[in-house]
């Protein structure tokens, strides 16, 4: 009388998959031998399928299945076979923008929940200056004319694409400079401090202006256009 022991089959290797927000994953296994069968559980249960590949139902958390081959009676240690679920990438909206025209805008730059993320753009309104698409950050521009864009980024990371943010880019005419008429001076007057500049925040310029101010020595004896920029 003799006993035979077969040989037991094995998983060589196993293929994982992975999926964007939510769906169906398709995994695969290599066995020694035998046909595959696909298992919920390391232990037990039902097989869910048979075959070398194997279509999970939908799925919107990463799940683990496991392969088992059988040959000749003999069945293989399972095998851990890993369906990724991949949460899409987020972009934080970077808010409304409003620029002038006559002057460069700043560049928009986009971050979101990876560094890894790609950016794709959209714009409703090449009137203001801006391209009706591109890629990455929005580089700075001069504003060709006036008006509200709407602006839409849509972040993609291993090839997910996440949700799409829209803000608005604003371009205002700029104002035209306007300043009040001064009175004559005499050259031993004390500096005065010019005033009379619209809209406020800019800068005056001419003979004998240093710092906002008109000093009549050191213009000397004249006429001294000023200028409000």
């Known amino acids: 009388t003799a006993i035979t022991v077969y040989s037991a089959p094995s998983i060589v290797s196993a293929t994982p998959g992975s999926v964007c927000r939510s769906?169906?994953?398709t995994l695969s296994a290599n066995p020694s031998s035998g046909t595959?069968?696909?298992y919920a559980s390391a232990t037990g249960g039902t097989a869910l399928a048979t075959g070398n590949s194997f279509t999970t139902p939908t799925i919107s958390n990463t799940t683990t299945y496991y392969a088992e081959t059988s040959s000749g009676g003999c069945n293989s240690a399972r095998v851990a076979v890993v369906a990724t679920v991949t949460p899409p990438p987020t972009v934080t909206n970077p808010g409304a923008k409003?620029?002038?025209?006559?002057a460069s805008t700043q560049a928009i730059s986009f971050s979101g929940?990876?560094?890894s993320s790609t950016y794709a753009?959209?714009?409703d309104n090449t009137g203001i200056g801006l391209a009706a698409s591109g890629s990455g950050n929005i580089a700075s521009f001069s504003p060709s004319g006036t008006g509200t864009a709407n602006v839409t980024v849509t972040p993609t990371l291993n090839g997910c694409v996440g949700s799409p943010q829209t803000f608005t880019i604003t371009v205002n005419q700029s104002p035209t400079p306007t300043l009040s008429s001064y009175s004559a001076m005499c050259v031993n007057w004390a500096p005065i401090a010019l005033?009379?500049?619209s809209p406020s925040g800019g800068t005056y310029?001419?003979?004998g202006v240093s710092g906002g101010n008109f000093n009549p020595s050191t213009a000397g004896v004249g006429t001294f256009p000023i200028t409000y920029s």
């Open 23 to 25: 769906g169906t994953v």
């Open 195 to 197: 005033t009379g500049g």
């Open 113 to 115: 929940s990876s560094t």
């Open 205 to 207: 310029t001419g003979t």
């Open 36 to 38: 595959v069968s696909w």
């Open 98 to 102: 409003t620029f002038c025209t006559g």
């Open 121 to 123: 753009w959209s714009n």
